[in-house]
């Protein structure tokens, strides 16, 4: 035990430093991982021990690395245990997302985020002869034309998967024009009433995903952001309780005592306020799940077939509208603690667009509180809450209360 500790503090500290998102897609990150994965696998503790035991040890801050590179040793043990075949999606959707695209020495933000991920996935298939892997990305409508750098990305690096339909590029903007059969109930174009921000992107490509007949085994699909905030290698992680029967749903999540986040001030200030409220206006949500709003859940087949018609929101609540949906239909669902490196830099909510994003999206809350049942319909503060005006949300911004129900007073 005394040598095994001493291997690991020396791990521990010869981790490269992880800043950003982009810090855990290097070479010099993936040939640490190498040697946390050869030193896990030959470990005779369990990943809640060993994670235990750094946490006491050892800073937040001094054992990001470690700890990030030991969630995606769990995950890779994870995914050698497959025995029988499985399928899984990851949805990638994009909105001006042309530099997290570009390698680092092209674009200062850049994150070589779709051969990055396209890569992960088929290392991953390599752990188990069972495992199939697939990339959807879809194009919310880009005016910087994401979805075509995407699609050039994939046909030069990854043909074979273009081929064989292993890598996907949707457009939402086309599918509107079409009228596609997958579209969302209702969605309009970027200048509509009923335009996406995100959701609607993501449920087209959940359709596609639901749609795919050559899917093998229990398929498992992935909603996922365009960033690499959530290094993909972890897939095994969320998986785990579905492939055990113990879950249909479960939602990564930031907020447990074994996450690793590593979140950009600004991002922790805004939206308390927004959680006060969903957690109010959804209690039985909020017993459940803390983090909501995190782009990594894994819903089988089945499940999200039977809640994706319900679903009516295209913009950032639609995340919760999932989980709210298989609430209200009896889905088990779980959550998993995961590592999560923000990429705040390039992120395309900035500014005064987040106060109108917020302002916006506690109408919508209200809205899934009063179609699903969720609260009292004669709630005063649900009554408040869809009435407030826009320039009344950005006074209370400024100066949230203590607790919402001051609110009312």
Same mark, same amino acid.
């Given at each position: 035990?005394?040598? &095994?500790?001493?291997?690991?503090?020396?791990?521990?500290?010869?981790?490269?430093?992880?800043?950003?998102? @982009?810090?855990?897609?290097?070479?010099?990150?993936?040939? @640490?991982?190498?040697? +946390?994965?050869?030193?896990?696998?030959?470990?005779?503790?369990?990943?809640?021990?060993? &994670?235990?035991?750094?946490?006491?040890?050892?800073?937040?801050?001094? +054992? %990001?690395?470690?700890?990030?590179?030991?969630?995606?040793?769990?995950?890779?043990?994870? %995914?050698?245990?497959?025995?029988?075949? +499985?399928?899984?999606?990851?949805?990638?959707?994009?909105?001006?997302?042309?530099?997290?695209?570009?390698?680092?020495?092209?674009? !200062?933000?850049?994150?070589?985020?779709?051969?990055?991920?396209?890569?992960?996935?088929? @290392?991953?298939?390599? $752990?188990?002869?069972?495992?199939?892997?697939?990339?959807?990305?879809?194009?919310?409508?880009?005016?910087?034309?994401?979805?075509?750098?995407?699609?050039?990305?994939?046909?030069?690096?990854?043909?074979?998967?273009?081929?064989?339909?292993?890598?996907? +590029?949707?457009?939402?903007?086309? *599918?509107?024009?079409?009228? &596609? !059969?997958?579209?969302?109930?209702?969605?309009?174009?970027?200048?509509?009433?009923?335009?996406?921000?995100?959701?609607?992107?993501?449920? $087209?490509?959940?359709?596609?995903?639901? *749609?795919?007949?050559?899917?093998?085994?229990?398929?498992?699909?992935?909603? /996922?952001?365009?960033?690499?905030?959530?290094?993909?290698?972890?897939?095994?992680?969320?998986?785990?309780?579905?492939?055990?029967?113990? *879950?249909?749903?479960?939602?990564?999540?930031?907020?447990?005592?074994?996450?690793?986040?590593?979140?950009?001030?600004?991002?922790?200030?805004?939206?308390?306020?927004?959680?006060?409220?969903?957690?109010?206006?959804?209690?039985? %949500?909020?017993?459940?799940?803390?983090?909501? /709003?995190?782009?990594?859940?894994?819903?089988?087949?089945?499940?999200?077939?039977?809640?994706?018609?319900?679903?009516?929101?295209?913009?950032?609540?639609?995340?919760?509208?999932?989980?709210?949906?298989?609430?209200?239909?009896?889905?088990?669902?779980?959550?998993?603690?995961?590592?999560?490196?923000?990429?705040?830099?390039?992120?395309?909510?900035?500014? /005064?667009?987040?106060?109108?994003?917020? @302002?916006?999206?506690?109408?919508?809350?209200?809205?899934?509180?009063?179609?699903?049942?969720?609260?009292?319909?004669?709630?005063? $503060? $649900? &009554?408040? %809450?869809?009435?407030?005006?826009?320039?009344?949300?950005?006074?209370?911004?400024?100066? !949230?209360?203590?607790?919402?129900?001051?609110?009312?007073?």
């Amino acid at each position: 035990m005394c040598s &095994d500790k001493t291997t690991m503090d020396v791990l521990i500290e010869k981790a490269p430093p992880i800043t950003e998102a @982009y810090d855990a897609s290097t070479a010099e990150f993936r040939g @640490y991982l190498g040697e +946390v994965i050869s030193w896990y696998d030959s470990h005779d503790g369990d990943y809640a021990s060993i &994670d235990a035991e750094a946490r006491k040890a050892y800073s937040a801050e001094g +054992v %990001l690395g470690f700890r990030l590179a030991l969630k995606v040793a769990e995950s890779h043990r994870i %995914l050698h245990t497959i025995t029988e075949p +499985v399928t899984i999606t990851l949805l990638n959707p994009v909105y001006k997302e042309t530099a997290r695209m570009q390698r680092r020495e092209a674009h !200062p933000h850049g994150e070589d985020s779709i051969r990055f991920k396209m890569a992960a996935l088929q @290392y991953l298939e390599s $752990l188990s002869p069972m495992l199939s892997c697939r990339l959807i990305v879809i194009d919310d409508g880009c005016t910087d034309g994401s979805g075509n750098m995407a699609l050039n990305i994939l046909k030069t690096d990854f043909a074979d998967a273009i081929e064989n339909k292993k890598a996907r +590029v949707f457009f939402l903007s086309e *599918a509107i024009d079409a009228n &596609d !059969p997958d579209l969302p109930t209702g969605l309009t174009h970027k200048d509509g009433a009923n335009r996406s921000v995100k959701g609607g992107a993501v449920l $087209l490509g959940m359709r596609k995903a639901l *749609a795919d007949e050559m899917a093998t085994g229990q398929h498992i699909i992935i909603d /996922n952001d365009a960033d690499l905030s959530i290094h993909p290698e972890q897939i095994g992680l969320i998986i785990e309780p579905i492939l055990m029967g113990r *879950a249909e749903v479960v939602a990564g999540s930031r907020r447990e005592a074994d996450s690793v986040a590593l979140i950009g001030g600004s991002r922790n200030a805004r939206g308390r306020l927004f959680i006060q409220i969903w957690q109010y206006l959804l209690p039985q %949500l909020s017993q459940q799940i803390i983090d909501t /709003n995190r782009a990594f859940k894994a819903f089988t087949h089945s499940a999200l077939k039977r809640v994706i018609d319900r679903l009516a929101i295209y913009t950032f609540p639609y995340q919760i509208e999932l989980l709210q949906a298989s609430i209200s239909e009896g889905v088990t669902m779980e959550k998993r603690g995961i590592a999560y490196i923000d990429s705040e830099a390039a992120s395309t909510q900035q500014g /005064n667009e987040i106060t109108e994003t917020y @302002y916006h999206q506690v109408h919508q809350i209200a809205g899934i509180a009063r179609r699903y049942q969720t609260i009292d319909p004669f709630d005063p $503060l $649900l &009554d408040l %809450l869809e009435s407030i005006g826009e320039q009344d949300w950005q006074q209370i911004e400024s100066n !949230p209360p203590q607790r919402i129900e001051d609110l009312l007073v």
